[in-house]
């Protein structure tokens, strides 16, 4: 598991540096969380596939989290893509795209499954790869964080106790869920003979664009990688509260508080050429922290 | 007067190749003509002002035409723009970027004054530097062409002539518009003993998307500079028609036809890497030709 950074800009694009987009790698799918500007060119230059993209998150509506969705959505189905694609984004999203495919009297080539965020922390997918799951932040406007949790790929196979026990090669993913084995004259191998513990399942969590906030910490405790924004240098942080935004320290006390094991910042103003203050800001609090890079995976 | 080609390829990016936006320079004025997704980006890399821009015009609501424009009124309101901005775009676009500032719960900082494209063709602008004329193309959907015409600076002055007269200075703005001088003893200058014809204006037609239809040849006649849309090699004649695009062939017919003193080609499909082709299939048939590069300015 492991998260592309697209684009690590606040709304105006400045330096290089694009508008809100990471691609999140988890057991071979690619999920989508906002989808700013030039998206669909940064996917290109950093080799993320839409083949293997099934699920996009669009945080809140603000235009640098979202504007690049029409044209990713439009030129996957220009490069023929049939398998459905999973949307979950506040509610009045959907009327706008619908207009937007309207007045080009278009139709996506896809089946597009649009699922409207709720008001609170919801799970919005669970299957056997990962499960994500929303939670409110505090924004100008109504905007979630999200947590995608790897599913641990079971327990660890003794492959030298399972030759021992005779134990088939076919009922090794059984064995991996935790099943005991019965072997054909009766005899029950338990499963704790043959197995480990699995590694545990890893969490990435994602704040997109907040007022530092203690509500949303019980959603974030424990993540083994956080993503907060940090769109200011702690002497702005005035400004941070006027626009409801985080500083560096803020950033960091909160991976502090929640006791994280990484910490990404991004979102950073366009006010900023340079950014190696955001790392000793962040770094002096929270030493295990990664100023963003446009193109960098960051493992989880 | 003079255009830089902010995008030159059809509706999916590739190969560093961005979607359709140019920015007409004319008596140091900006008019952007389409905004497909970038071009805000694409502007920051060559140059282009927004300070300059005060007229933005949209051919037609298929994506690749305007997904820039939101990120790109946005991002001039956070830059502190309070200058009015004209657009000129068909009638429902309108609704679609009120729903967006909507959901942001946002207002632009400046006056965003909306021009309905009319069905045919019209004067849009009318001003001492120059004027902008639409006319209707042949396209899937509703689509536009656009006329821009450099009004001429005036009568070129005889200097040597104006002293001989003792014509004053504070006179020669209205030389140039051709009126006769009376002198303080009653004496008329006549303007054709000082002045000689100027330059005569300059014009620039952009035929946006469209099937290959000598409907809008009377619009585009004896323009100093034709950009005509070529998305296809002649090879793929049949999918132009079927796509309401045209040809390389064709975009060189047409400026023939209308005796354009030259040609630039664009709004090419993803399919082609390469564009020597382009240049050689049209070329063989217009040879004043330019297979467009994005970042070049083609003086008009």
Redesign the interface.
């Known amino acids: 598991m492991n998260v592309t950074i697209l684009g690590n800009n606040s709304?105006?694009?400045?330096y290089g540096r694009?508008?809100t987009a990471q691609a999140v790698e988890v057991n071979g799918e690619i999920i989508l969380i906002d989808c700013g500007?030039?998206t669909?060119?940064q996917m290109?230059k950093y080799g993320i596939k839409w083949r293997r993209l099934n699920h996009i998150l669009i945080s809140h509506?603000?235009?640098?989290h979202y504007?690049?969705l029409?044209?990713l959505l439009?030129?996957m189905s220009?490069?023929g893509r049939i398998q459905p694609l999973h949307l979950y984004a506040?509610a009045?999203?959907l009327?706008?795209l619908d207009?937007?495919m309207?007045?080009?009297?278009?139709e996506l080539a896809y089946p597009l499954h649009y699922h409207q965020l709720p008001e609170g922390d919801a799970i919005l997918e669970d299957n056997p790869a990962f499960n994500i799951t929303c939670f409110p932040v505090v924004h100008?406007?109504a905007c979630h964080g999200f947590v995608i949790t790897q599913k641990s790929s079971g327990r660890k196979l003794l492959l030298d106790k399972c030759s021992e026990y005779n134990i088939p090669q076919t009922f090794y993913n059984q064995l991996k869920q935790g099943q005991d084995y019965s072997a054909a004259d009766g005899t029950i191998i338990a499963n704790n003979l043959v197995t480990l513990d699995g590694p545990p399942a890893k969490r990435y969590a994602y704040c997109a664009d907040t007022l530092y906030s203690e509500t949303y910490l019980p959603f974030i405790k424990n993540v083994d990688l956080l993503y907060h924004e940090s769109t200011y240098l702690h002497e702005n942080a005035d400004k941070a509260i006027l626009r409801f935004h985080s500083t560096t320290v803020q950033a960091a006390e909160m991976a502090k508080l929640a006791n994280v094991g990484q910490l990404l910042i991004g979102h950073f103003s366009s006010r900023y050429k340079e950014l190696d203050a955001f790392e000793a800001e962040a770094g002096a609090i929270f030493p295990g922290v990664h100023v963003t890079v446009e193109g960098t995976s960051y493992e989880v």
């Open positions: 709304a105006l694009p400045a694009h508008p500007e030039s669909q060119v290109q509506l603000h235009g640098d504007f690049g029409p044209g439009n030129s220009l490069q506040p009045p999203l009327p706008i207009m937007i309207q007045v080009a009297d278009s100008r406007i």
